[in-house]
């Protein structure tokens, strides 16, 4: 077994407001070589059909995207090629990716702002449920669905996770000397970093038995990364914990240390993506403890998703899609783009000049519509319009009729969701200086590529390609007028860069039903100039739902 972590080598900058948040880490002069773990299966869908009827302007988007293009990159890709951990979001037949869990025990005080609770067999076994669920319950638990399932269900059965939950770890810090390290350090994740250190070092036991945390149970895509690691720490306060300034919170970010082989004396770079929070998230809205919303959500962060709801925005946290999708407000399933950049789904591409598409309900079917500017690279990591079905139906259901932590807004019910995404990669170039990182952007990513070129590092320098824009506008690489994935409602917008306003999506306003048609009306709202960002004219474009109903929704298309 390996152990004896040195140190932390790297910058890590990590995110955590109200809400949660993911970090990123900068590697500077570290190479690493990629097994590709297998060849996925895709399920769902009817596979990537590109759509075209022989005009000229399907000829020249054909010719512009789809001859020379056959990207396909997942956030696995993206990552892999800048020297991040991250977990992967497919897997092969009924392989499973093995994620960590470690429920973090600190002593027990006699005075505490926190309550800090012993763990029970019962609370090791509502950890257990929330993750893995209850096998008398085909995964899921009593409240909803656990960890596992969901993202089973969601991702059309391509990602089975399993969590090995270990026996509660002790750490040689007490739960001050945690928040004192988390506030103080220059990462904002001092003290959980310090824990993932102590317990790689003095060991993990599941049953009594030691874990070792190395093999390749723990690195699915044979990367040298350990897949993922989740921290539970004992305390159960939730009004401290959800009303302070970040005591216990969830969020997720990256480690990376050097580690020595204790048989071979042998120090390599040890790596991972994890997460943490405080036991009382699973209390949230679940009396037993079963409440998965926010570490469904994190673990999205760990197969490499970002936030969908804006840091910049002091009213509430949610912005471009009005609270309303897993990576914003924790609520219902994942979108059509999320499960399209983690290589779950694969959209059909619509290149006619005319023509009429039926979709059956995304939440079951997986069937996704693009529309693509001339920047399209046959992969999430584009920019296009992808529309998909929604229903209150699956992992909907739940949030689609209960508020859920009686507060949040009901998910949607039926309708069509039109999103445009502008997912592209630019290569951003960090320069490590003596007052702090600065990071300029060169260039986009070459709609030819079929792969992304490795990070180019040396001692002050690297320059990586990784996603230009993000949904705070504060925090895009190009323009703080862009934005990473924006619902276009049907009669609204959903948020105001100007005056940091959010308003929470409804079905009959944001949503298109039968006989609603998206058009000039909504082009102007959404799109400067009538075009996408990269300058490709929408001005003609029309979009109108002909029928609906539970087994699908069908829509006409001219441009």
Known sequence: MKGNIKNTILLIACCCVVGVGIGSIFIFGFNNNF?????????PGTGHVILEDGTDMAIEYRDSNVENNEARFTYLDVNESSHQPVTPSLTRNNDEVNILVIPVEFEVPRFNRYEIVEYTDEILESIEYTFNGDPSLN????????????????SYGNLNLNFDVADPFKPDMSANDFLSLEQSSATGAGGSQEIIMDALTNGITKNGQLIDPYSSRYDYNNDGFIDGIWLIYNVNNTKEVHSSSQPFWAYTTNFMAE?????????????TRYANCALTFLYDDSRDGYDA???????????????????????????????????????GDHSSFSKYSLGWIEPTVFYQKEGTV?????????????????????????????????TPTGLNELDAN?????????????????????????????????????????SYLSENETSIPLAKTNLYEEKVFEVANSNTPSRNSISEDYALVRLLSKDRTLYSD?????????????????????????IKRFFDYASFNNGTPISNLSIEVEEMNDEGITIHIKR
Do not use: C
């Open 402 to 442: 209960d508020n859920y932590q009686n507060g949040y807004p009901l998910a949607f019910g039926n309708g069509l969701a039109i999103y445009h995404v502008d997912a592209k990669l630019a290569q951003v170039i960090y320069t490590q200086q003596n007052n702090g990182l600065y990071y300029s952007v060169e």
């Open 498 to 522: 100007v005056n940091k306003i959010s308003r929470v999506g409804l079905t009959n306003r944001d949503l298109y039903q039968e006989g609603d048609s998206f058009g000039r009306e909504q």
């Open 35 to 43: 097994g590709n773990g297998g060849d996925p299966i895709y399920n």
């Open 358 to 390: 039926t979709l059956k309900p995304f939440e079951e079917s997986g069937e996704a519509l693009i529309i693509p500017s001339s920047y399209y690279n046959d992969s999430a990591f584009s920019e296009y319009l992808i529309l998909e079905y929604k």
């Open 139 to 154: 995964g899921e638990n009593s409240y909803w669905e656990s960890v596992s399932s969901y993202y089973r269900k969601s």
């Open 259 to 271: 580690a020595t082989d204790r048989e071979k004396g042998e120090t390599s770079i040890v790596g």
């Open 293 to 331: 919303h926010t570490i469904i959500h994190e673990t999205g962060h760990m197969l490499g998703l970002d936030d969908y709801y804006s840091y910049d925005n002091n009213f509430g946290n949610y912005g471009y899609l009005g609270g309303i999708d897993m990576m914003d407000l924790n609520i």
